[in-house]
Structures are given as structure tokens and as C-alpha cells.
């Protein structure tokens, strides 16, 4: 989304054009480049519609899988064409592509300006002639729609998930104190922000390091008394040594949302033992009902990986058997991607392209079936909306239940009711679809 704050004087100057891709944590980390940049006087633009000749373009990159990385390289060689044809000014590559493959980056792509790592702000920003703020802890120019805000509590991981590349792009576990992360939610209160969405690679480790043991429910209170805060949300939760508390602080707050995001992978012990997710079968299916038993209208969103090394028939049974049977609220899956210096990469890649994503479809059928189900119960039941954005003839809205992007959405057709973005309202649900609701608001 373009987000732009300039002055005349500062259209003079280099403008400095951010490109995000890849996750929410990007995001974040594009929204903090950001905030150093205007603090520092610069023009920043966060994907501007038109480019000028003057343009610095900062690309932030994915490195995660095949699909993010290819889509970062393609926008990489894309801007480094455009420098050529003298459209833009200068190319400067960050983030996790950047991190996990620098060397090979400076070899291949020989005409952008400089690479910079997950790790490397003060660089960066003295690259472009700008200095490292320290004073604006948690101040940054958000792209998203300033009601919601994406709230990074820690980063890095210290899991040893077999497939996974993350932590040798994002290092080890580090947890944001309890204090800066107040501060910083009281500046995105004061600037209008109404959700924070808590996210890390692994949110339930959060204090481990830091406090010597699990503190987001402590951290959860804290934010939860932030005035102006209405929704708090998890993503990213991890199974093994789930701390049960925070589902006390989930009960106990009306504002944090009985939503809770955990990557669960996969379900057969075989899977989930060469993954080294650290949990089993039944551990798995223990720990969800031990979640739903304690808030029973929890929404409960996971993703899985479908083709990982070894999988086979009959653990693809056992997943499709266990989603039908756990209906999750919310589901994601994806193709398992065969990552360099990960531990399953001294496996054999056996499962074919083509059967990886037949298993995926397979699964996100059975999920469009259980949420078209799960939507019917729905209609004729009354809901707090956030109104998110207006399109065409319709407002776009969520639920306390989903999670912008990747959830359901509530459509509220704006000729009959209209309530501006960033506001809440109380909808009737009168139509429900796999993955949409419909309906009317009935009060602001
Ligand atoms: S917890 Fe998540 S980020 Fe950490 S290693 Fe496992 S999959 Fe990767």
C-alpha cells in the first residue's frame, strides 16, 4: 500500500521508494526503515504508483521458499533493468534473500547499488546518508491501514524445525522488552492504530531469553490496559510447550481476540518426528482440545506442509482424516520446498511436484467444505466488524475471528449502511460462503 509523508522541501530531495515483499515481519521491518527515514527528514514513499529518475529504490526481500524467492529475484532484476534504462536512480537489496544469499546475489546481479542483511539498519541508513535514530523505539510510518498495526514481539527463532530456513536468515530467539513493546503500543494507540497483531517466528517462546521464562501473558496484560487498543491478536503460535496461561488472558481481556494462529504442520508422528517439531500425534490433538476446552469459541487458524521428504500415502491419509475430524477454523497449505542448509535437505526431495500439490488441493478442498460449514452457523448472529476498506460497492470488514489477508472477510453493501474505515460496527450476518460473509450493520 503507498503510504507517503513529505513536505514541499522534501519532494526536492531523492526520493526513497520502499518495496516490500514476503511476511508480516517484513512488513514491520519496512514500517521501522520508514519511521528512521522520515526522522531523518528524507522522502520516503512506500510503493509509489510512478516512478521518478531520482528514485532510490529499497527492495525488501523474502528468502523463505522456491515461490517468495523467485518472486524476490524477479523484482530485483526488474528495478536493476529500469536503473539501466535510467528510470530510477540507484537499487539497494535488503531482507531475508539478501541475508541467506548475499554472495551469490553480488555475483549474479551485478548492477544494484548494495545488499544489506535482516540485521543491518544503522548500514543501511548511513548508506543513504541517513543516521540511526535509537531514540524512536517502536515509532514507525505504517503501511497498513493505520487502524491495525502488525506488532513484532521478538525475532529471530530457536527451533530446529527440520525444513525450515528461517532462522538462518533471522538468527536466534531475541524478545523485545516489556517495557519498549508498551511504549511502542501506546505511540501506534495515540496514532489511531485500534489491533495489534502480535507477531514472531515462534510468539510463544516470547521472554525465554529475556525473563528466563514464557512471559506473553504478562506481556498480553500489559498491552491490553494500552487505552485505545481494542483487538489484540496471535499469530504464529508454537505447540510444543504452549503456555496455556495466555488462553487465561484471553478469557479474563474482551480485548484480546479469541483467535490464535499455530503452525502445526502436520499430524502422523513420522512427519512431525523427521520435521523435529518437538511433538506428537497425540500431544497434538490433546493440546487443541485442551485450547478449545478452555475458550471454547476460539478461532483456530494453522497451516500445513503437504510432499515433505518420506510422506506417504497413508500419512496423507492420516492428515485428511485429522482435519475432518478437527475442522479447523482457518486453514493455509503449502507445497513442501527443498531449502539449502536446512536439515531435510539431506533428504531426498521423493514426493513429485505434481503430487505435493494435488495433496494441497486436496486439503484446501476439505477446508472450503468446513468453513462453508462452519459459516452456515453464522447467519443470523450479530458481530463486532472493523471496517477495513471500501471497494466498489462494498465495505470490507473482519470479525475478531480473521486475521486481514489470509482470513474471511464481512461485506457490508455500502449503498444501504456506510461506516468510514477504521471503525467499528455491529453487523447482522444474512449470507454466508466458504469464505466470505455478508450482511447489514445494525448499530454503530
Ligand atoms: S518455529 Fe517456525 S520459524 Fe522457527 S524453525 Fe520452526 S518453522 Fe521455522
Same mark, same amino acid.
Not at 531469553?209 to 514464557?214: A, C, I, M, Q, T
Given at each position: 500500500?503507498?503510504? /507517503?509523508?513529505? #513536505? ?28 528512521? $527515514? ?36 524477479? &523484482? ?20 531475508? *534473500? ?37 531514540? *524512536?523505539?517502536?515509532?514507525? $510510518? ?47 494507540? /495515540?496514532?489511531? #492504530? ?9 510468539? &510463544? ?14 506481556? $498480553?496484560?500489559? +498491552? ?8 489484540? %491478536? ?29 503452525? +502445526? ?14 511433538? &506428537?500425534?497425540?500431544? &497434538? ?16 487458524? #494453522? ?8 510422506? #506417504? ?41 505434481? +503430487? ?54 464481512? +461485506? ?18 444474512? %449470507? ?13
Amino acid at each position: 500500500m503507498k503510504t /507517503k509523508i513529505n #513536505t514541499m522541501a522534501n519532494e526536492a530531495k531523492p526520493r526513497i521508494n520502499v518495496i516490500t515483499l514476503g511476511c508480516s515481519k517484513n512488513i514491520h521491518d519496512s514500517e521501522v526503515l520508514m519511521g528512521q $527515514l522520515r526522522a531523518n527528514r528524507m522522502n520516503v514513499i512506500h510503493e509509489a504508483d510512478t516512478l521518478r529518475q531520482d528514485d532510490i529504490i529499497v527492495i525488501n526481500t523474502c528468502g523463505f521458499i522456491d515461490n517468495a524467492k523467485q518472486e524476490s529475484i524477479d &523484482t530485483i532484476l526488474q528495478y536493476s533493468e529500469l536503473k539501466e534504462q535510467g528510470k530510477i536512480s540507484k537499487v539497494i537489496v535488503i531482507g531475508c *534473500l539478501s541475508e541467506r544469499y548475499k554472495p551469490e546475489l553480488e555475483a549474479e546481479i551485478k548492477n544494484v547499488d548494495s545488499y544489506f542483511g535482516t540485521n543491518d539498519l544503522p548500514d543501511l541508513l548511513s548508506s543513504i546518508g541517513a543516521d540511526y535514530k535509537y531514540e *524512536l523505539i517502536g515509532e514507525r $510510518l505504517l503501511t497498513t491501514p493505520s487502524h491495525f498495526a502488525y506488532f513484532k514481539i521478538a525475532e529471530g527463532c530457536n527451533r530446529p524445525c527440520s525444513f525450515c530456513a528461517i532462522p538462518l536468515m533471522r538468527g536466534k530467539h531475541v524478545s523485545k522488552p516489556i517495557e519498549d513493546l508498551v511504549k511502542e503500543a501506546k505511540y501506534l494507540a /495515540k496514532n489511531g #492504530t485500534k489491533e495489534l497483531i502480535l507477531i514472531a517466528q515462534d510468539l &510463544t517462546y516470547y521472554g525465554l531469553d529475556l525473563y528466563s521464562k514464557r512471559n506473553l501473558a504478562d506481556l $498480553l496484560r500489559k +498491552l491490553s490496559d494500552v487505552d485505545g487498543i481494542e483487538w489484540i %491478536r496471535l499469530q504464529y503460535a508454537y505447540p510444543s510447550g504452549f503456555p496455556m496461561d495466555i488462553l487465561d488472558v484471553m478469557n479474563e481481556r474482551s480485548n484480546i481476540c479469541n483467535y490464535l494462529d499455530m503452525p +502445526l504442520q502436520h499430524i502422523s508422528d513420522s512427519m512431525l518426528g523427521s520435521m523435529r517439531r518437538g511433538i &506428537t500425534r497425540q500431544k &497434538t490433538i490433546d493440546l487443541v482440545h485442551a485450547i478449545r476446552d478452555k475458550v471454547p469459541d476460539i478461532a483456530l487458524r #494453522t497451516t500445513l506442509i503437504c510432499g515433505y521428504p518420506g510422506e #506417504t500415502e497413508k500419512d496423507f491419509e492420516e492428515m485428511k482424516e485429522w482435519i475432518t475430524e478437527t475442522r479447523f477454523d482457518r486453514l493455509g497449505c503449502f507445497t513442501y520446498s527443498h531449502e539449502e542448509k536446512t536439515h531435510a535437505y539431506e533428504f531426498h526431495d521423493d514426493v513429485p511436484e505434481k +503430487l505435493k500439490q494435488d495433496r494441497v488441493e486436496t486439503i484446501m478442498g476439505i477446508q472450503q467444505e468446513i468453513s462453508f460449514d462452519k459459516n452456515q452457523d453464522k447467519v443470523g448472529r450479530i458481530y463486532k466488524v472493523l471496517i477495513d476498506k471500501k471497494e466498489g460497492n462494498y465495505l470490507i470488514g473482519r470479525t475478531e475471528y480473521d486475521s486481514p489477508e489470509v482470513d474471511n472477510e464481512v +461485506l457490508i453493501d455500502s449503498r444501504i449502511s456506510y461506516a468510514s474505515p477504521g471503525s467499528f460496527v455491529k453487523v447482522k450476518i444474512d %449470507r454466508a460462503e466458504d469464505f466470505d460473509l455478508y450482511g447489514q450493520i445494525v448499530k454503530i
